[in-house]
């Protein structure tokens, strides 16, 4: 049995903070000590503590005076738009057109799919996030290299083959029996394979025609515990769109609940302009609105009321997520600085014990994979992420005023980046330091 004792300062969430005073909210040790045996976590509670239930023979590694939290966790990614990012265009609908779904077409070939994967992974890590939900592209070979990669690292991943078969580019579409066969494939060959989770992904209801929407939804009767992936209320013009293609339809949210794809683990993406009956659906049903504030803002596709759906009388379960390549930024920090800004916009507060359960354990949550990732508890797995607030010298000069943690979140959450994450630990083997440079592996 491989052991391992992490010292530093430990922070968890047991469950939503209700406000900056919420310390029964969290777990957070000054002095902490997490044991980590076989990939898990042993003991977690104050050093001194696990130190003395650990084997005399453990490898201990001293990471004070870092902030040791859960890995963080991206709920909405597209595996194939790595080099999409940071393309001009004037919204949602140009944006496909004009840079993804050329790009997309790409992923035919194997050897370019495994080649993003590498950099992909090497991306995620460096940022802290140790989970990610990954949209592939609609061929088969891009799903291949996106899970026998993270079999390779031990990551635990959720991604799919994308079904499309209409309003994209020939190289880009299955048809509805084809994208029922190969997700068919993937999920037997990939699904619960080292720490693999498939998700069945029609990419909207625009790109998806009935008899396909159909085919997913039969997928998913097959499948009931698998998650199902797929986009909703981006922008205005494809709600327009999308509502003439599916004209029986009462709104975009009734073309997925007619075809059984809402459910506890149906994550949403974007999901900004819902009904009030929209909204209902979603939280009678359990569905995740997968908000992604730098993607929406970039795209200018609106402003997500997380606040305002949080605390309605049916709240809707909420997930964040970076959603590169629309998305604008790899880290989460990012993500939840300008989920920050878009709530104060709203004239709404995000404070920074939320932002950071909403990137760890809320995201779990909203994964239904609290049981493994997003904590600190005894019996998850060891996916974790060292953090430092001081890690530049903009920082640094503002740590020497910080004197709480709410403070030192929100200066890590405000100026933080790749440079902040000293340490990403995967199952309990680290993960940031062995990465290597990408001018050695061209």
Not at 208 to 234: F, G, K, N, V
Not at 292 to 302: D, H, I, Q
């Amino acid at each position: 049995m491989t052991s391992l004792l992490l010292r530093g300062r430990l922070l968890s969430f047991h469950r939503a903070p209700e406000s900056l005073a919420d310390t029964a909210s969290y777990l957070y040790e000054e002095d902490g000590g997490l044991l980590i045996e076989d990939g898990r976590i042993a003991k977690a509670g104050p050093y001194a503590a696990v130190k003395a239930a650990a084997a005399a023979e453990v490898t201990e590694v001293d990471h004070r005076p870092h902030l040791i939290l859960p890995g963080l966790i991206d709920t909405h990614v597209h595996f194939p738009q790595m080099q999409v990012i940071a393309s001009y265009a004037a919204n949602l609908l140009e944006w496909l057109n004009t840079y993804t779904f050329p790009e997309e077409c790409r992923f035919v070939e194997t050897a370019h799919a495994e080649r993003i994967a590498t950099h992909f992974y090497d991306e995620f890590l460096r940022q802290g996030t140790t989970t990610a939900v990954a949209y592939c592209s609609v061929h088969k070979s891009s799903a291949d290299a996106f899970f026998a990669e993270a079999m390779r690292r031990n990551m635990l991943m959720v991604g799919g083959k994308v079904m499309m078969d209409r309003h994209a580019p020939q190289g880009l579409l299955d048809t509805p029996q084809l994208g029922y066969d190969e997700t068919r494939a993937v999920i037997e060959q990939w699904h619960g394979k080292g720490r693999n989770h498939v998700a069945i992904t029609p990419r909207f209801a625009i790109t998806s025609t009935p008899e396909q929407m159909r085919a997913a939804q039969a997928l998913a009767e097959e499948y009931p515990d698998l998650h199902i992936q797929t986009h909703l209320s981006e922008n205005q013009e494809e709600i327009r769109f999308t509502c003439e293609l599916y004209p029986d339809a009462t709104d975009y949210t009734d073309i997925y609940a007619r075809h059984g794809l809402l459910g506890k683990k149906t994550l949403l993406g974007h999901a900004i302009h819902l009904s009030e009956r929209e909204a209902d659906v979603l939280a009678e049903t359990g569905s995740v609105a997968v908000h992604c504030p730098t993607s929406n803002l970039f795209l200018g596709s609106g402003l997500f009321p997380l606040k305002a759906l949080a605390r309605r009388e049916k709240p809707v379960r909420i997930g964040v997520a970076t959603d590169i390549g629309g998305g604008s930024s790899y880290s989460m920090f990012k993500t939840l600085d300008e989920a920050y800004k878009i709530q104060q916009l709203l004239g709404e507060r995000l404070d920074p014990l939320e932002s950071f359960y909403r990137m760890t354990r809320g995201n779990a949550e909203a994964l239904s994979l609290v049981d493994r990732i997003g904590t600190l508890e005894e019996g998850t797995d060891a996916d974790l992420v060292v953090l430092n607030a001081a890690a530049t010298p903009a920082m640094r000069l503002r740590m020497e005023t910080v004197s709480t943690l709410p403070e030192e979140l929100f200066l890590l959450q405000t100026l933080g980046d790749d440079r902040a994450v000293v340490e990403t630990y995967v199952a309990g083997q680290a993960g940031k330091s062995t990465l290597v440079a990408p001018s050695q592996r061209e």
